[in-house]
């Protein structure tokens, strides 16, 4: 059966969708890599764990025979290549804040080119990051050919064709929101060479065919039509095909993300949420770091599994008065540490695992708060994201954000946003 493939190269774990043209999935795979922190503040992610995570998760789904692939992906942060493909160093991803000193140089930009951005600048995008290398890591930085978005380094491992899309490049603080395209006098005023930024393609533009070598390792003929594919917040958005202007969307990965659909929304002055490209228009972002990356921490650190954290969002307090947890393990709008206050002898691991779960919920209704200030004011959420099927934490998110959730149909938004943009190329 000729079936349309989607590959999601998340923070944390890639998966792999394979779907029939009329939606009906036939396989699928994920498997995970680690989050590397070699220093305080620092993120990083080894590009060749992606690749075997990308090869496992497709051979789990099994292929059939497979008319196009799109590749979807977090956003920001920064690989590096050199003209032969080989990567330079560990990708810096979009929790990394080694940039910050970097971010006061934006300050310099002429007051039209900072709006063209269309967002406040912040450490965790291609632009800081660059110039911190540039700085930092010279013989690196003079090496490199080409600076990817994850996915985008991806796409060129299967294909050997260099290529970006506008819902991953808006996201770089290197791109002029007005006209849809790179800004090299931004990039030269930065010290950043333009020469790095790969060329800007269509969403659902084929950007080449699978090279043999990596359809070998994939289990795929080569051959197969590769498109450009988006954003994975962009890709959620396409997937889900919110059903009306009073709606959000709500994905729970290892960020948590508000994104609401906009048409001609002005840049946010208060830079509390950012304003991206969609496949087909834009959308306002109001974003969370400390969502799944604290979760996942909290979890490990008591050793319990993801069912019993969320299960403790049901637990009774029975008249102790419950801790506080602070969620900010990646520094965050000025805030930074993590930890529980207020225990007593009468706390048990429960009440932790609560409370973990209340301040992460705090963080997201801080982020509704911001949308809200920008103009963006949703009556109903839909909810996607592997941290959306638990019914107790839905409800005690629901109740920390006083809006009603609803579950997507299906939680990887991601990976499934990606089949529809094959879709498109395989018609």
Not at 283 to 290: I, V
Request: net charge neutral.
């Amino acid at each position: 059966m000729t079936a349309l493939l989607g590959i999601d190269l998340g923070t944390s774990q890639a998966k792999a969708l394979l779907c029939a043209p009329d939606g009906t999935i036939l396989g699928q795979g994920e498997a995970r890599y680690d989050i590397v922190a070699p220093r305080d503040g620092w993120a990083e992610s080894d590009p060749g764990q992606w690749w075997r995570a990308v090869r496992s998760a497709v051979r789990a789904a099994a292929p059939a025979e497979v008319a196009a692939i799109a590749i979807t992906g977090q956003m920001h942060g920064v690989v590096l290549t050199s003209q032969r493909a080989v990567v330079l160093r560990p990708a810096i991803l979009w929790l990394d804040r080694r940039a910050s000193g970097e971010v006061p140089g934006y300050e310099n930009l002429r007051p039209d080119q900072l709006r063209s951005l269309a967002n406040a600048p912040w450490p965790g995008t291609a632009g800081p990051i660059l110039r911190w290398l540039a700085r930092h890591e010279p013989d690196v930085y003079r090496s490199a050919r080409w600076q990817f978005q994850p996915k985008d380094w991806l796409r060129f491992v299967l294909t050997g064709e260099a290529a970006t899309d506008p819902t991953d490049a808006s996201g770089t603080l290197l791109y002029d929101m007005t006209r849809d395209a790179w800004s090299p006098d931004v990039a030269d005023a930065l010290g950043v060479r333009p020469g790095l930024l790969a060329p800007v393609r269509g969403p659902a533009e084929v950007a080449g065919l699978l090279r043999p070598v990596a359809a070998a390792e994939l289990g795929l003929p080569p051959g197969v039509p590769v498109v450009t594919g988006c954003a994975d917040t962009a890709a959620s958005l396409l997937a889900a095909d919110l059903p009306g202007a009073d709606w959000a969307l709500l994905t729970l990965g290892t960020g948590g993300q508000w994104i609401v659909p906009v048409e001609e929304a002005e840049p946010d002055p208060s830079g509390h949420t950012n304003l991206f490209r969609s496949v087909d228009g834009r959308y306002r972002l109001g974003g969370a770091q400390n969502v799944g990356v604290t979760l996942d921490w909290v979890r490990r650190t008591l050793d319990v599994s993801w069912d019993d954290l969320y299960g403790a969002a049901a637990v009774p307090a029975d008249g102790r008065r419950p801790p506080v947890f602070r969620p900010w393990l990646v520094d965050e709008r000025g805030n930074s540490g993590a930890g529980w206050t207020g225990l007593t002898l009468a706390h048990g691991r429960d009440d932790l695992l609560r409370a973990a779960l209340a301040g992460v919920a705090g963080v997201l209704r801080d982020r509704l708060t911001d949308l809200r200030a920008a103009g963006c004011a949703p009556g109903r959420v839909l909810l996607g994201g592997g941290g959306s099927r638990h019914p107790a934490w839905r409800e005690l998110l629901a109740q920390v954000l006083g809006v009603p959730l609803y579950p997507a149909a299906i939680s990887s938004l991601t990976v499934r946003g990606a089949t529809l943009l094959a879709a498109q190329a395989a018609t």
